[in-house]
C-alpha cells in the first residue's frame, strides 16, 4: 500500500471563492433567507460564517492578534468556544445586507488567499488538525482542512438553493475527500486488528476515489494504490459523502447510502467520522 503524500490545495481557494460570490449575486432576498443544513443558519449565517473565517485568519495568522482565547485548551473547551464566536458573529451580522456581505467577500478572500500561498507547506501550522488527531500539524494539512470549511459550507448554502453541482467536480470535490478521510487512523484508533488486517472505503461518483486502512504495529495507517485481500469494505455515494464528514446526515438516512461488507466492527467507525469541530 502507497502511503498518502501531502496534499496541496491552496491554489483552489480563489476558484472555490467566485463561485460562492457567483452563486450569492444570482440569490434574489428570499433565498438569503432559506435554512440551511446547518443547525439553526440560514443562507446569510453560512454566508456571514465564511466571511468569519476570512477576517478571523487574517487577523490572527497573519497579523498575530487572536483577541479572545478560550478558557481551556481541551477539545470539548475550544469547541464551545468556537461556537460562542460563532454564534456572537453570525448574530452581529445581521446588521449587514447582502450586498455588504458580498462586498466584504469579496475584498478578504483575495487577501486571505495571498497569505496562505506564502505559508511553506512543510512548516508547523499555528493551529493543528483535531479532528485528525494531530497535536502538531503541517501548514499544508491546516490549509486542506480550512479548503474542507470553505467547500462544506458553500455546500450547504447552494443545497439550501438548489445549485450544489458546481462543488462535485472532481476538481474541487475530491480535495475535500480526500483530506476528510485523513481522519481515519485517528477515528480507528481503538480498534483492534491484527497487523497486516485492510478496510477499504470507496466513495462514488466522478470525484470519488478508494482508500484502504490498514492495520501496522504503531497504529492503522491511511493509503492506496493496494491490490491485496480487505477483511472489510465500505462504499459510500458520493453525492451525500460530504453530508456524512460534516454532522449534516444522520444515520438512519446514512444507511440508505451506504453498502458494507464484514465484520461490523471493522466499518461502524465510519459512520462517526466527524471532520468539523464540534
Known amino acids: 500500500m502507497q502511503p498518502l503524500p501531502p496534499l496541496h490545495t491552496v491554489h483552489l481557494f480563489s ?19 432559506r435554512p440551511t443544513l446547518a443547525p439553526r443558519w440560514r443562507v446569510r449565517d453560512v454566508a456571514l460564517h465564511l466571511l468569519d473565517g476570512n477576517l478571523r485568519s487574517l487577523s490572527m495568522l ?14 470539548s473547551e475550544i469547541v464551545a468556544f468556537l461556537d460562542q464566536l460563532n454564534a456572537e458573529w453570525v448574530g452581529a451580522g445581521q446588521r449587514l445586507s447582502p450586498a455588504v456581505i458580498r462586498w466584504l467577500l469579496a475584498v478578504s478572500g483575495p487577501e486571505y488567499h495571498r497569505y496562505l500561498a506564502g505559508l511553506d507547506p512543510a512548516a508547523p501550522a499555528t493551529f493543528a488538525v483535531a479532528w485528525a488527531g494531530e497535536t502538531t500539524s503541517a501548514n499544508w494539512f491546516h490549509v486542506a482542512r480550512d479548503y474542507t470549511e470553505k467547500w462544506h459550507h458553500q ?47 470507496t466513495v462514488t461518483g466522478d470525484a470519488g ?27 459510500i455515494e458520493g453525492a451525500v459523502a460530504w453530508r456524512l464528514f460534516t454532522k449534516s446526515l444522520p444515520r438512519p438516512q446514512a444507511d440508505t447510502w451506504i453498502t458494507c461488507t464484514g465484520e461490523p466492527r471493522l466499518w461502524e467507525p465510519f459512520f462517526g467520522l466527524i471532520t468539523v469541530m464540534g
Do not use: M, N
Open 15 to 33: 476558484k472555490l471563492d467566485q463561485l460562492l460570490l457567483d452563486v450569492l449575486a444570482a440569490l434574489p432576498p428570499e433565498q438569503w433567507e
Open 62 to 75: 497573519r497579523d498575530g492578534y487572536f483577541g479572545v482565547q478560550p478558557a481551556g485548551a481541551s477539545y
Open 155 to 201: 455546500q450547504q448554502i447552494r443545497q439550501a438553493v438548489g445549485q450544489e453541482a458546481p462543488l462535485l467536480t472532481r476538481e474541487l470535490y475530491h480535495p475535500f475527500l480526500a483530506t476528510c478521510l485523513r481522519a481515519l487512523p485517528h477515528h480507528y484508533r481503538d480498534v483492534a486488528a491484527p497487523p497486516g488486517q485492510t478496510i477499504s472505503f
Open 209 to 235: 476515489d478508494t482508500w484502504y486502512l490498514q492495520r501496522a504495529a504503531q497504529g492503522w495507517l491511511l493509503g492506496q494504490q493496494y491490490s491485496g485481500p480487505v477483511a472489510a469494505s465500505l462504499t
